[in-house]
T-cell receptor, first 114, second 113 residues
Framework: AQSVTQLGSHVSVSEGALVLLRCNYS??????LFWYVQYPNQGLQLLLK??????LVKGINGFEAEFKKSETSFHLTKPSAHMSDAAEYFC????????????FGTGTRLKVLA | EAGVAQSPRYKIIEKRQSVAFWCNPI?????LYWYQQILGQGPKLLIQ????????DSQLPKDRFSAERLKGVDSTLKIQPAKLEDSAVYLC???????????FGQGTRLTVV
């Protein structure tokens, strides 16, 4: 069965520092992977997606993620945090075949310190 | 392009009452999802439609929850009777097909008292 694990329910970084949010997946077949961001009282907004093309994926707002099959990881990074990046981030997996369900991780709340 | 529309945004009901949520997906999107997001948790898939057919409803509490997608467009999610533990945000999402990215509505925040 597919699943997603996000390490760290809360992450704090200083403004201008590197952002690293971790996501590991479990899947028996090649997955599609996604990162979503959720601001307070809002729905989820897609940041970026991996669909078996380039392993380094660039998204909106300066975020990127790298698919590493050997580590079953899809960590989200941003070189320099901005105050506006404070939000909750969700990693999601969707199989490329078979059961086409989106499975979400439990989320990581990012806090950016001035 | 219009996004996924949901209504109402907020709803407060007493336990054992019934409630219904409405979702209008992005035009042309065949796949529609209803998720339940409890405070502090990730979204949990309740039901997934492909056009007007149910693809997955394995996590839908069928004794009290029901959903339909008539004509493969709009969808409604109903809870009857509501329990305290149903307090959550109910998110509707849609996608072109089952593999492309899902676009989410702003959600309906349900409080059961």
């Amino acid at each position: 069965a597919q699943s997603v694990t996000q390490l760290g329910s809360h992450v704090s970084v200083s403004e201008g520092a590197l952002v690293l949010l971790r996501c590991n997946y479990s899947s028996s077949v090649p997955p599609y992977l996604f990162w979503y961001v959720q601001y307070p009282n809002q729905g989820l907004q897609l940041l970026l997606k991996y669909t078996s093309a380039a392993t380094l994926v660039k998204g909106i707002n300066g975020f990127e993620a790298e698919f590493k099959k050997s580590e079953t990881s899809f960590h989200l990074t941003k070189p320099s945090a901005h105050m506006s990046d404070a939000a909750e981030y969700f990693c999601a997996v969707n199989l490329a075949s078979g059961t086409y369900k989106y499975i979400f991780g439990t989320g990581t709340r990012l806090k950016v310190l001035a | 392009e219009a996004g996924v529309a949901q209504s109402p945004r907020y709803k407060i009901i007493e336990k054992r009452q019934s409630v219904a949520f409405w979702c209008n997906p992005i035009s042309g999107h065949a796949t529609l999802y209803w998720y339940q997001q409890i405070l502090g948790q990730g979204p949990k898939l309740l039901i997934q439609f492909q056009n007007n057919g149910v693809v997955d409803d394995s996590q839908l509490p069928k004794d009290r929850f029901s959903a339909e997608r008539l004509k493969g467009v709009d969808s409604t999610l109903k809870i009857q009777p509501a329990k305290l533990e149903d307090s959550a945000v109910y998110l509707c999402a849609s996608s072109l097909d089952q593999h492309t990215e899902a676009f989410f509505g702003q959600g309906t925040r349900l409080t059961v008292v």
